[in-house]
């Protein structure tokens, strides 16, 4: 039972050109180590007697309605979906039928609770536990984090039950031995081992943190444990990428330095907490750099700052920010994980970067659960208008009442409209479009085609290769880098 991430995958694994089918698991990011060598171990037969008892099979069942020819109809998108599309689903009468479908997890205290996937439990209505003894208990749901697809559960037992501890997933290299245990394809316990093939890899989450391994994962591993040699657990199994559906080597599973985040909120509060700094944010890439005048392509570049802590704290659109809470931040990626991490009402220090000078700035952080809501309305083609010019392959003409209206603007909004992209252009291989509106060049407003022209001009007078240009799409804005030679 895993979900079809291929869309996703495709474009988040950014150092990758497999195109394949994902189907749903977990995984971690680390920092370089003195490389050392190891011999691959005698046998892993002492660490799978050790932490096997802690390890369970997940059988969820629901309730689903069936349509007059007896296939039970699925919604889309539910955890089911895969196991009726494989399987065929049970046949028989129209009517409200109830399924199965299964997972793996592992319990992380004496007490009762259990770790697993959210797509695992997702929809079900029971939630039945197995554990390595053959005992069965029922469970009920703690609470879930859809964003990184975990989910906490609870059983009750007369007995302390055998349990694992977390591990540090930041210490785990490309290379070093690990251990997968879980359910797959309905089997029952059974365990494969491996090494961890990269780090940091993302497939489809703002907050994805994943460990590669090439130890077998397949359908029902999903919420099961990665293992390191102290049978500590580093990882949740909660992806593969497989052509064929089957294991080819290439596993994901989600950080236990994240996913231990995660699990104390949801033990705590039943749902997650997470800062909220109030900026859109994108990579600064080494076009980008160019065009800022940066030295480095590092740091999160902000695209716009709505009402919120950022906005309170003075940080503005252009800004690049370099360090968060006295760390450096390397990416857009990096930014959203450690303010997700930081405390809710809390000053912290943020130090950006502005026109070529430093500003440290102290951000009190909101709740991003309470704050994510607000939608923008989607963007149309805009009308002909009589003034028009061409240049970087791009037809533009400045907004006017009608263009405003067609895309649900404000009156006062200000910039030039997308008429056309030429497609042999470097805006069109950028994914500019017609409708996009530019509103900034060369991080000055940009209202009149003159605007652009002397934005142009100045930075050509500076030497730059290129021009950034900020453009908005459905409200939504992200910087492009444009060349101008």
Known sequence: MVPDLTPT?????????????????????????????????ESFAELAEQI???????TTSAMIA??????????????????FEDFGGPGGPGGPQRSEALGSGFVISEDGFIVTNNHVIEGADE???????????????????????????????????????????????????????GNPLGQGFSVSAGIVSARGRELSGSYDDYL??????????????????????????????SPNGGSIGIGFSMASNVVTKVVDQLKEFGETRRGWLGVRIQDVT???????????????????????????????????ITRFAGQEVADAGDLTRRVADAPIGEAVPV???REGRTETLAVTLGRREEAEAATMPASTPAPEAPKEMETLGLTLAPLDDEMRSRLGLE??????????????????????????????????????????????????DAGRKSILLLVRRGGDPRFVALSIE
């Open 351 to 353: 130090i950006v970067l």
């Open 127 to 181: 939630i039945e536990v197995e554990f390595f003894s053959g005992e069965r208990l029922k469970a009920k749901l703690v609470g879930t984090d859809p964003k990184t697809d975990i989910a906490l559960l609870k059983v009750e037992s007369d007995k302390p039950l055998p349990f694992v501890s977390f591990g540090n997933s930041d210490l785990m290299r490309v290379g070093d031995w690990v251990m997968a245990m």
């Open 52 to 58: 096997s008892p802690s390890v369970v099979n997940i």
């Open 286 to 320: 080494p076009d980008v750099a160019e065009a800022m005048g940066l030295g480095n392509a590092v740091g999160a570049l902000v695209t716009d700052v709505p009402d919120g802590p950022a906005k309170d704290a003075g940080i503005v659109s252009g800004d690049v």
């Open 9 to 41: 995958i495709r474009n988040a694994l950014r150092s990758s050109t497999l195109l394949a089918l994902v189907l749903g698991f977990g995984l971690s990011v680390t920092p370089a180590h003195d490389a050392q060598a190891f011999g691959a171990p």
């Open 212 to 241: 590669q391994t090439d130890a077998a994962i397949n359908r029902g591993n999903s919420g099961g444990p990665l293992f390191n040699m102290d049978g500590q657990v580093i990882g949740v199994n909660t992806a593969i990428l």
């Open 411 to 460: 009156p006062a909004a200000e910039g030039l409209m997308i008429m056309k992209v030429d497609p042999a252009s470097e805006a069109f291989t950028k994914g500019l479009t017609e409708g996009d509106l530019i509103t900034e060049a060369g991080q000055q407003k940009v209202v009149r085609l003159q605007d652009l022209e002397d934005r142009i001009k100045e930075a050509k």
């Open 66 to 83: 069936g349509p007059a020819d007896g296939m039970p109809m699925v919604p889309e998108g539910s955890p089911f979906e895969d196991f």
